[in-house]
Structure formats: C-alpha cells, structure tokens
C-alpha cells in the first residue's frame, strides 16, 4: 500500500509533515493551524488517512489530502 501527500509525494512510518488548510477538531475546541508541523506520524489500514499527535490532541486521524511532507 502506498500513501502519498496532497502533491503525490510518498509518506512512510516516522515522517513530518505540514497541514496545508485550517483543521477543526470534533469534539473539541482545537483548531489545527495551516502550517502546523506533525512530527512521526503513524500509518493507518487506509491509505488515505494517517495517526498523528497534535499540540494538546492525542491520536488524531488525519486525511491525507490535507497534508504536505516536510
């Protein structure tokens, strides 16, 4: 399975990457600024979305196609 950023380029297990639109958080007050940088990330079974922490968010699931590698 390959997982890819919005401009194609390949993800893997322990990368950085940057979030390229405003992401609100359900359930919580936290909003995810564009430009924020997510440090090793976590392949999920889907290709398009990925496990991260985030600021003050633990195990958030993140789409792909809102994030660039770094």
């Not at 380029?9 to 940057?18: R, Y």
């Not at 990925?50 to 968010?57: D, F, G, S, W």
């Amino acid at each position: 399975m390959e997982v890819r950023d919005s401009n194609g380029a390949l993800l893997q297990e322990g990368d950085s990457v940057h979030v390229i639109k405003d992401l609100k958080v359900k359930g919580s007050s936290l909003t995810i600024k564009r430009g924020t940088l997510v440090k090793g990330i976590h392949l999920t079974d889907n290709e398009e979305e990925i496990e991260c922490r985030v600021e003050k968010a633990k195990g958030l699931v993140l789409k792909t196609c809102f994030l660039k590698k770094a």
